[in-house]
C-alpha cells in the first residue's frame, strides 16, 4: 500500500485585504513541518496541490525545509477551498466575514459558516450558489481518484480545510454533516494520513500537528 499525507495550508491572513496569503505564522508552521518530514526521513514521491496561493506558499515552505527534494509538483484546481464569500453571498450577507482579526470576528465568522455550509448541504440557501454541495462533493472525489490512479509510494498533497473535510466524509462513508463538523475542527498545517492503492483508501491518523508538540510551538496552533 502506498501512502499518502494530507497537509492543510499554513495560517491564512484572516483579517487583512487579501485572506490568501500565508500570514508570518503560516510560513513556520509550513518550515517547521518540513523539518518534522525531514528529521523521519519521509521522501515524497508526488507532490500535488491545489491552485490558490496559501497551497504555493505552504508547499514552497515545507519542500524548502526539507532541503533538496526532488519530486513533481502537480496542481489540481479540485483541491481548492469551496468560495465561501460566495456562500455568505447566496444567503444574503454582503459585507464580507473577514474584515477584522480580533477573535470575536473569529467567533463570530465561524458560527455564521457553519451555518451556511449546513444550509448549502441541503440545497437551501436562497440566493444563486459559485457551485453545489453536490458538486463540490464531485470535484473532491476526482482529485482524491487522480491521486489513487497516479500511483507513487509516498505522496504529499497540500489543500485546504473543506476539500481536507469531504475527503475524509468520503472515506469513512459518512453524511454531509461530518464533513461539516470535522471542517471546523481542522487545524492550519495539520496533516491527515492514509493508505491506498488503485481501488481502496484508508484513513490512519486526521488532524495530527507533530511538528507542534513542543510546548513551546502550543501558541502556533490556529485554525483559520
Not at 14 to 24: I, M, Q
Not at 44 to 60: K, L, N, P, S, Y
Not at 101 to 122: C, G, T
Not at 138 to 164: F, K, T, Y
Request: net charge negative; aromatic share 8%; glycine share 6%.
Amino acid at each position: 500500500m502506498a501512502e499518502l499525507y494530507l497537509v492543510r495550508h499554513g495560517q491564512a491572513s484572516f483579517g487583512a485585504a487579501n485572506y490568501d496569503e500565508l500570514s508570518p505564522s503560516g510560513c513556520q508552521q509550513s518550515r517547521w513541518l518540513g523539518e518534522h518530514f525531514a528529521q523521519n526521513n519521509l521522501e515524497f514521491d508526488r507532490v500535488v496541490i491545489g491552485t490558490m496561493r496559501r497551497h504555493e506558499q505552504t508547499a514552497d515552505a515545507l519542500l524548502a525545509a526539507m532541503r533538496g527534494l526532488q519530486a513533481e509538483v502537480v496542481q489540481d484546481a479540485s483541491l481548492n477551498e469551496y468560495d465561501f464569500q460566495g456562500l455568505f453571498a447566496a444567503l444574503g450577507e454582503d459585507e464580507l466575514p473577514l474584515n477584522s482579526s480580533a477573535e470575536s470576528s473569529k467567533k463570530s465568522f465561524y458560527k455564521r459558516l457553519n451555518k451556511v455550509l449546513q444550509l448549502w448541504s441541503e440545497d437551501l440557501l436562497p440566493g444563486r450558489v459559485p457551485e453545489t454541495w453536490r458538486q463540490f462533493q464531485a470535484r473532491v472525489e476526482r482529485a482524491r481518484l487522480a491521486i489513487q490512479q497516479a500511483g507513487g509510494r509516498r505522496v504529499l498533497v497540500v489543500s485546504s480545510g473543506g476539500p481536507i473535510a469531504v475527503f475524509a466524509q468520503q472515506i469513512l462513508q459518512a453524511p454531509a454533516a461530518a464533513a461539516i463538523a470535522l471542517n471546523m475542527q481542522i487545524r492550519n498545517s495539520s496533516v491527515c494520513q492514509y493508505v491506498f492503492n488503485d481501488t481502496a483508501m484508508s484513513l490512519v491518523t486526521f488532524n495530527s500537528l507533530p511538528h507542534l508538540e513542543p510546548i513551546e510551538r502550543r501558541e502556533f496552533v490556529t485554525y483559520g
